[in-house]
């Protein structure tokens, strides 16, 4: 599965799923993004500017994505992956259109 994107479309990437044996899904162009990870960004980058002190530098950062990743409530994470069903079917529904959330 990927979003249709040209980076994904290359000949390096088509020639890596052929030597993995991977299949491509077929993805409709026009859908949206049913990829929970950027839930999980998009959490992770609200903690990171509620902060006092962002961090400066890279070592930084890293360190407080760490604490944040895993001061990450089970519960999101949990309704993250419940709900792919029902955002499935929604997509389906409208043809891979865009789905308002």
Do not use: K
Request: aromatic fraction near 4%.
């Amino acid at each position: 599965m990927d979003d249709n994107a040209p980076c994904h479309r290359t000949v390096a990437a088509e020639q890596l799923l052929e030597s993995e044996d991977i299949e491509r899904m077929d993805w409709p162009a026009r859908s949206p993004d049913l990829n929970r990870i950027e839930h999980v960004w998009n959490f992770l980058g609200r903690r990171l500017a509620a902060r006092t002190l962002p961090p400066v530098l890279i070592g930084e950062l890293r360190l407080v994505l760490q604490d944040e990743w895993a001061a990450m409530p089970q519960q999101l994470i949990d309704t993250l992956i419940l709900s792919m069903g029902r955002r499935c079917e929604t997509c389906l529904a409208v043809r891979g259109d865009h789905i308002l959330y």
